[in-house]
Every structure is written in structure tokens, then in C-alpha cells.
């Protein structure tokens, strides 16, 4: 089993549309989490950090579920600059810098 | 605004060859990371370095060494490069826990 796994997708919504994704972790004991977006052939770019139960930024919410070991990803009103993949990372709980990485959730915003 | 830059975006070699792949931070970052990109395979930790002269592997060192000299540049080199090692490589710096990713070179093994 991944550490950290993801619906690959992909995801195809019209602009104006809510779409959520979950990701879930296996190490318990993981504390922080991150979604990082990722656009094609370029570098994976910080999107949210998620330390506590969750935390919002503009239309975007990110919240953690510790009993269940998922972290969710919401967007609202999508536009179609959204267009991306959206990768979910966990800090390796044995292990202070190292960050174990989903393979991502491709999202397509469609006018 | 946190700046990392790589030396090439794209960059072709033929095997066997010693390629090195430059990487520099300007925010005075204590770690660095150095990981391949692949289709289905995700992001794969290659070496990183919590410090000047210090690295650690990371989760597939073979094939590759690294350099830390100063604090800002944190050097990736393929000793003898081979086609397997054909991929996108992503540089990337971090004060606490968040990483920050230079724009990645794309390098081909021929």
C-alpha cells in the first residue's frame, strides 16, 4: 500500500463548478500536510499547508481527518486556470524534512 | 518571494557521460533536495542536505552523488550516465517544512 495515495482522475468540471479530492495516508503518527499544484512540465508549486484540522485560502479549503487519515482538497468556483494536477504530501512522521508525495490528481476546468 | 534556479532546462547526454545539474537558492535555506520525476512514479528522493558539507540519501541514491560547498548551491551529479536515468530533476529548498522547486531539467540519456 502507498503511504500516501490519490485518485489520479481525472477530474473534468465546468468553470463555476465545486470539486473535491481526498487523499489518504497510512502513517498515523504523519502530523503536517500539504497540497502542492503541478502544472504541466513545470514544477510543483506550494498550494496550502494543513497542520491542524484544516485551513482556507481564498476558494480553496483544505481539511484534515485524523480518525479516518485523509486530507480533502476543495475548490470553489472553479476557473479554469485550476487546470492542473494536484499532488498531496505527507511529512514522514520518523523523519522531520522528508516528504513522502502522492502521484497527484489531475483536474481539468472546462469552459 | 523565494527564487531557486537550476542550471538547464533541458539538457541531452549520451551514456556514460558525467553530467552535473546545478542548483541554487537565494533565501539562505538550511535544506535542499534533489528528487526525479516520472510518469507514475511521482516524485523520488535522490540526495538531500540539511547543511553545508553535510547530505543524506534519500531514497534512490544509485547512480548519483552530491556536493554541497555553500550554503546556497546544492550540486546533483551522474557519475556515468545511463538511459534509465532519463527524467525530469527537480531541485528544491526549504527552511522548515515546506519546499520550495526550482523550474526542473529535463534531461535525456542517449
Known amino acids: 500500500r502507498k503511504e500516501v495515495e490519490q485518485d489520479p482522475g481525472p477530474f473534468n468540471v465546468p468553470e463555476g463548478a465545486t470539486v473535491a479530492f481526498n487523499c489518504t495516508y497510512s502513517n498515523s503518527a504523519s502530523q503536517s500536510f500539504f497540497w502542492y499544484r503541478q502544472d504541466c512540465r513545470k514544477e510543483p508549486k506550494l498550494l496550502m499547508s494543513?497542520?491542524?484540522?484544516?485551513n482556507e485560502d481564498g476558494r480553496f479549503t483544505a481539511q484534515l481527518n485524523r480518525a479516518s487519515q485523509y486530507i480533502s482538497l476543495l475548490i470553489r468556483d472553479s476557473k479554469l486556470s485550476d487546470s492542473a494536477t494536484y499532488l498531496c504530501?505527507?511529512?514522514?512522521?520518523?523523519?522531520?524534512?522528508?516528504?513522502?508525495w502522492g502521484l497527484g490528481t489531475s483536474l481539468g476546468v472546462n469552459p | 518571494d523565494v527564487k531557486v534556479t537550476q542550471s538547464s532546462r533541458y539538457l541531452v547526454k549520451r551514456t556514460g557521460e558525467k553530467v552535473f545539474l546545478e542548483c541554487v537558492q537565494d533565501m539562505d535555506h538550511e535544506n535542499m533536495f534533489w528528487y526525479r520525476q516520472d510518469p507514475g512514479l511521482g516524485l523520488r528522493l535522490i540526495y538531500f542536505?540539511?547543511?553545508?558539507?553535510?547530505?543524506e540519501k534519500g531514497d534512490i541514491p544509485e547512480g548519483y552523488s552530491v556536493s554541497r560547498e555553500k550554503k546556497e548551491r546544492f550540486s546533483l551529479i551522474l557519475e556515468s550516465a545511463s538511459t534509465n536515468q532519463t527524467s525530469m530533476y527537480l531541485c528544491a529548498s526549504s527552511l522548515s517544512l515546506e519546499q520550495y522547486f526550482g523550474p526542473g531539467t529535463r534531461l535525456t540519456v542517449t
Open positions: 494543513v497542520y491542524s484540522s484544516g
Open positions: 504530501v505527507a511529512l514522514n512522521a520518523g523523519n522531520n524534512r522528508k516528504l513522502i
Open positions: 542536505s540539511y547543511d553545508v558539507k553535510m547530505k
